[in-house]
């Protein structure tokens, strides 16, 4: 939703026995939150704000860009600069900087289809000057900029297509994660591919899906470093297999979403498409557009009122952000909470994993039962990596 002025509340999370020394065991640690001072952000945002130090610059990517037959074409995609958070955030409007961005590219060629969000940015550690990112991007379609090709599979057909946000009229989208690139520090970018993506079969469709937002697909990403890999947490918006409106089964669509896990090799961002594999519940097994399995620990259980994302009536987590932290020598992860139709929700939860190596045996699973971190009932606040945004 376009928003040019955002009210940011930012509040300092603080661990439990922050004065002491860090912990030697693995034990959940326990958070609370202090008011901080406001701040008033002056650009567009929509998204986890990516980020990255350029040399001595802290630099954010919030913002929109691209074709969007909905809510109408953006190009607020700006970057900002500081010498610390703090100076980035409060940057005017005048003050940020459009990059330059592949165009978009008409039905049915090969190239940048719908509007893109930078959600993480991930620094090559080869490059030392810093200036080589790789923005981990959610990318929105509809049936009308990515139509169904039959020869490939991709692209969405418009028959029994949900309801969008603006209204009976209005489709819903389809959300992708792909990968883009910049070897200048983020003022120039180059479209490598996708990284996920959910096919047709996949789609729950009318009459089922009535929330208002997703079709399916895969989207709100946040990713890291761990190895030699790039692990990606994501939502899971799609049916856990073939939709079928005769033998459609809502339990069946909660047990396959919530908070996913996939992985690509760092040597094969460059070139991403088809390279990544979904966790499937043993390993890193699934296909980049097939069919994996949740964090089981993340899901809210139907006896807490889980339910499947295209109930209107939400029970799910979603837009996982996930950062090291180094006095707790443990993965933190910060998550929404959808309780309603339009992913309306009012908490953000937070877990612990104590595992660094993600890739050994199921230690990217191994994630603590979520601790409510803040309700703000009225509200709707959506990605709290950086900021919870009150709308």
Request: overall charge negative; glycine content about 10%.
């Amino acid at each position: 939703m376009k928003k040019l002025l955002l009210a940011i509340s930012l509040l300092t999370i603080y661990i439990a026995a922050c004065n002491e020394p860090a912990p030697k065991t693995a034990a959940v640690p326990k958070a609370v939150l202090v008011p901080s001072e406001k701040f008033y952000f002056n650009s567009f945002v929509d998204c986890n704000m990516a980020e990255a130090w350029i040399g001595d610059t802290f630099r954010i990517f919030p913002g929109k860009y691209g074709e969007d037959p909905v809510w109408g074409y953006s190009n607020e995609l700006e970057f900002a600069d500081g010498k610390n958070a703090d100076e980035a955030f409060l940057r005017k409007m005048e003050e940020f900087t459009d990059p330059k961005m592949p165009p978009n590219v008409a039905p049915g060629k090969e190239g940048l289809h719908g509007a893109v969000w930078f959600e993480t940015v991930y620094q090559d550690s080869k490059d030392n000057t810093g200036k080589t990112l790789y923005a981990v991007y959610h990318n929105e379609n509809y049936p009308e900029t990515l139509p169904y090709d039959s020869a490939t599979g991709k692209g969405y057909i418009d028959y029994l297509w949900p309801e969008g946000l603006t209204g009976p009229k209005s489709p819903a989208a389809v959300c992708r994660i792909g990968i883009m690139k910049s070897t200048d520090g983020g003022h120039s970018w180059e479209n490598k591919g996708l990284f996920l993506e959910d096919l047709q079969p996949r789609f729950i469709l009318k009459p089922h899906n009535t929330s208002k937002t997703f079709a399916g697909g895969v989207g709100d990403p946040s990713a890291v470093a761990s190895g030699e890999y790039l692990y990606l947490f994501y939502g899971e918006y799609g049916f856990p297999g073939v939709y079928d409106s005769a033998s459609y089964d809502p339990a069946k669509e909660w047990a396959g979403q919530c908070i996913s896990i996939a992985r690509i090799k760092l040597t094969d961002l460059d070139n991403p498409e088809g390279k990544a594999q979904r966790w499937d519940g043993k390993g890193f097994n699934a296909a980049y557009n097939g069919v994996g399995a949740p964090v089981t620990s993340l899901q809210l259980s139907i006896a807490e009122g889980g339910g499947a994302a295209s109930s209107p009536g939400g029970g799910f987590r979603w837009g996982p952000s996930v950062s090291w932290n180094t006095y707790l020598q443990q993965w933190v992860m910060l998550m929404g909470n959808v309780t309603g139709s339009s992913w309306k929700g009012s908490k953000v939860f937070i877990s612990f994993n104590p595992n660094a190596d993600l890739g050994k045996d199921d230690n990217s699973q191994q994630w603590s039962k979520p601790q409510l971190l803040i309700d703000k009932p009225g509200h709707t606040i959506w990605y709290p990596s950086k900021n919870n945004v009150e709308t």
